[in-house]
């Protein structure tokens, strides 16, 4: 390097990475684990902060969204989920289409673009249930995308159907679904997963799924859920897996690192991630994903001041406005079930950047300057 954002680093490979992504080449495994490993989270920063803005400039997008759960029935028992419940458990739903269309009249605000679809895996009920779910929705509101279920949700659709994921996505699909969300993949590792009693799609599955959508003209969305059991490394490879499938595909709207949240709002600090570490994710998220336009920092998992900070550690959107989010919530998260617009754009400003208001496709529907 000649010049740069950043000072010469005593250290010669943190100064081999920098030189790196200053000439815009792929980071390695290695390198990965080696920024996960080092103290110096400002030069991180730095580097993560150069290559968002090589990719978005200024801009961070949001969009005016509302989380539904069409039930919390699951068969299955992950380890640190607290959102599920057992059919016939003291809080456990399961409701019809015409009960959710009551629900969402009665929160909805009039400039909702896309509603965000997960629930549990309720064996009680018949795949054409998930299906008749979106039916209702999109005859309800046609003009609103239906972003919906995880790959697991889908994997688990096959089951209780006993079709391909082609012919789920495919029933699915006219339905309305327009998007998958990104949730099920948590850390992409088969030992992780059976550690952490992850009783839902596999790695290769979960791959498979979102490739299969991709295949079908479908963009979508891809998570990691950090701060259990797995390694640095575990987390890097996780990150290599999605660039691998993006490379393979291009079908991938944003990365999302979900910060995992401890049981109970009263858990002490030490069960929770670290500011540090929610940032230098955020950042590693930006600098190992090359070919990933957007990297999410998730509001709901670690507060709205640590989100505005992190639009100068490679993040490029905020999320949406959501509208009573449960699933983090029902575990621990001590942040708000949703923001305003006006929250968001005061947050986006506040970051020194240019509030984006899009569509679930990052189509851009209004600048705020």
Not at 272 to 292: C, F, G, P, Q, V
Request: net charge negative; proline share 2%; with cysteine.
């Amino acid at each position: 390097m000649t010049t740069s954002l950043w000072t010469r680093h005593a250290d010669p490979r943190m100064s081999e990475i920098a030189d790196k992504v200053e000439r815009g080449e792929r980071l390695t495994l290695e390198d990965g684990v080696y920024l996960y490993e080092s103290d110096d989270i400002l030069t991180l920063g730095q580097l993560a902060n150069l290559a968002n803005m090589r990719k978005n400039g200024k801009n961070v997008y949001f969009i005016e969204n509302m989380s539904l759960y069409f039930t919390n029935v699951c068969e299955a028992h992950c380890a640190f989920c607290n959102f599920r419940k057992d059919e016939g458990d003291e809080g456990a739903y399961t409701l019809s289409g015409e009960e959710m269309i009551a629900f969402v009249d009665q929160h909805i605000n009039p400039d909702v673009q896309e509603f965000h679809i997960v629930g549990g895996h309720n064996p009680n009920v018949p795949f054409q249930y998930y299906v008749d779910s979106l039916k209702a929705l999109k005859e309800r509101y046609p003009h609103i995308a239906l972003k919906a279920y995880t790959a697991a949700e889908i994997d688990f659709f096959t089951r209780i159907s006993g079709l391909s994921i082609e012919e789920v996505l495919r029933q699915l699909m006219d339905a309305g679904l327009e998007s998958l969300t990104g949730g099920g993949a948590e850390i992409l590792s088969d030992e992780y997963r059976k550690k952490m009693r992850v009783e839902k799609a596999g790695v290769e599955r979960y791959l498979e799924v979102h490739r299969t959508a991709h295949k079908l003209g479908m963009k979508t969305h891809t998570t990691m859920l950090y701060g259990a059991i797995e390694s640095h490394e575990d987390r890097v490879r996780h990150m290599i897996h999605i660039r691998e499938l993006q490379d393979e595909t291009n079908g991938f709207l944003v990365f999302i690192p979900l910060s995992m949240q401890p049981k109970s709002q009263k858990a002490s600090i030490k069960r929770r991630n670290s500011a540090y570490e929610d940032l230098k994710t955020i950042a590693i998220s930006r600098l190992m994903l090359d070919n990933i336009q957007h990297i999410k920092a998730y509001f709901i998992n670690i507060g709205t001041q640590l989100t505005q900070l992190a639009l100068t550690y490679g993040a490029s959107d905020v999320h949406g406005t959501l509208v009573k989010e449960r699933i983090s919530h029902s575990a621990g998260a001590l942040t708000p079930e949703g923001l305003t617009r006006d929250e968001l754009i005061w947050l986006i400003k506040g970051a020194g950047r240019t509030p984006i208001e899009r569509d679930t496709f990052y189509n851009v529907l209004k600048v705020y300057e």
